[in-house]
């Protein structure tokens, strides 16, 4: 059989039983796919687009705009790998999705969208083509300074450095991370973009630089411990830079928020709310980390901490990985992720969604208004709820 197109795990793509499990969360009460809850086609499905992807390696259809497209649709949000019953390649799941994509770059058909989200990083080093100088002065009024051999480097990333709604988020958690003490210091306009979305989006040859040019960097500085702002960049700094050499001791900020409120660092007053808690897919289901939010919300006084019906290893999506975020494959239909997301929450009655990435929390908050809920649900950063029981 002739392959006109190569992807590493090849081999293993014929596996699918096309039996459709993969886009369900384990109650298998609603779709837990975000490209296939959006667009309800059979081909946007995890198992769909394995066979689709069976298809082209097959030659049996050919590389258009609408097949990049729907490659580009998935948000890597993880949850087929969690739920295909096939042992044998689960574990490849999404990494076939992002090979396929990577061979697209390689023959030059990706979608313009994805085509200048690559332009603008390889051209400006940020998604927002604005200027490296700026990439600092979020940071300005919060206490933090920059890192001349602290123990941590606090790592914005781009969102959390250029976004508003970042900018936010990156704000709070400087200031209680300077308030408690802690000693962390920033690259401010020397802080180049970690390269996660680079990498699913299949530019391996920009990654690797990106990557490289980091590790370096880090190792001249002698960076030991990194703090990340955003799920995102301590995904690419836990699982790939230790690949290309770079090993660091990484923690998400919730991690290190949590311990400074049990070492009573950070006191806390009343903050009386119903809150839900949205698990972004890098922090939780890629790498894990349920708990430490969920630790910190529930230590603030006041506060009644409400479940999503899907949460935790089951949570849906934002819609904001996988590149969306900048690409917005998924568009903002009635049954885009964020959209999708934002009504759950407000089924629990919460009045606030707290959020622990910057992606996340623009995402939904772009959501909220396009349902017309600003008058009855927020969204937030969890440092930024802290700091609200931190006012009085
Ligand atoms: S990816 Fe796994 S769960 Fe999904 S259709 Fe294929 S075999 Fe079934
Ligand atoms: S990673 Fe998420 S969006 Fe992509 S196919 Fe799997 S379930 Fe769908």
């Known amino acids: 059989m002739a392959y006109a197109h190569t992807i590493e795990h090849a081999e293993i793509v014929h596996r699918c039983f096309r039996c459709g499990y993969c886009k369900f969360p384990s109650d298998y009460v609603d779709f837990n796919c975000p490209s296939y809850k959006a667009f309800g086609w059979d081909t946007y499905s995890p198992g769909g687009r394995m066979w ?3 298809a082209w390696l097959n030659d049996e259809i050919k590389t258009s705009p609408h097949f990049a497209e729907i490659l580009y649709s998935c ?3 993880d949850n087929c790998k969690n739920q295909c019953v096939f042992p044998k390649f689960r574990d490849f799941l999404p990494d076939i999705f992002q090979e396929a994509k990577a061979e697209l770059v390689n023959e030059g058909r990706i979608p313009p969208k994805v085509r200048d989200y690559f ?10 083509k604005l200027p490296q100088s700026e990439r600092g002065k979020w940071a300005e009024g919060t206490g933090l300074q920059p890192y001349t051999n602290q123990e941590y480097l ?23 991370l300077a308030n408690a003490g802690v000693s962390a210091g920033i690259f401010g306009s020397e802080e180049a ?7 699913i989006l299949g530019e391996i040859g920009l990654f690797t630089k990106l990557a490289q040019e980091n590790i370096e960097q880090f190792k001249a500085k002698g960076i030991k411990k990194i703090i990340t702002l955003d799920p995102h960049a301590l995904n690419v ?10 090993i660091f001791r990484v923690f998400h900020y919730t991690e290190i928020l949590a311990g400074l ?15 839900t808690y949205h698990d972004s897919c890098y922090l939780a289901r890629h790498n894990q980390i349920y708990g430490p939010p969920r630790e910190i919300l529930k230590a603030i006084p006041g506060i009644e901490l409400v479940e999503m019906r899907r949460n935790a290893l089951n949570a849906f999506c934002c819609g904001g990985g996988g590149g969306n975020f900048f690409t917005d494959i998924l568009g903002t239909g009635e049954d885009s992720a964020g959209r999708v997301r934002v009504r759950e929450a407000r089924e629990t009655r919460a009045r606030i969604v707290a959020v622990a990435c910057p992606s996340c929390a623009k995402m939904l908050s772009d959501a909220v208004k396009t349902e ?3 008058d009855t649900l927020e969204v937030l950063g969890i440092a930024e709820i802290i700091e609200r029981a931190r006012a009085k």
Do not use: H, W
């Not at 332009?119 to 927002?128: M, V, W």
């Not at 990333?157 to 200031?175: F, I, L, N, T």
């Not at 973009?193 to 990498?199: F, H, I, L």
């Not at 700094?237 to 770079?246: D, I, Q, S, T």
């Open 52 to 54: 689709l992807i069976r």
């Open 75 to 77: 948000v890597a949000c």
């Open 261 to 275: 409120i049990k070492e009573k660092k950070l006191a806390l007053s009343d903050y009386p709310a119903k809150v």
């Open 154 to 176: 606090f790592y914005a990333g781009c969102v959390g450095s250029y976004d508003e709604v970042g900018q936010k988020m990156a704000r709070s958690v400087g200031k209680l």
């Open 237 to 246: 700094f836990k699982k790939e830079y230790p690949k290309l050499g770079g």
């Open 193 to 199: 973009c970690d390269g996660n979305e680079v990498k």
């Open 119 to 128: 332009k603008a990083i390889a051209t400006n080093g940020n998604p927002y």
């Open 372 to 374: 017309g809920l600003e």
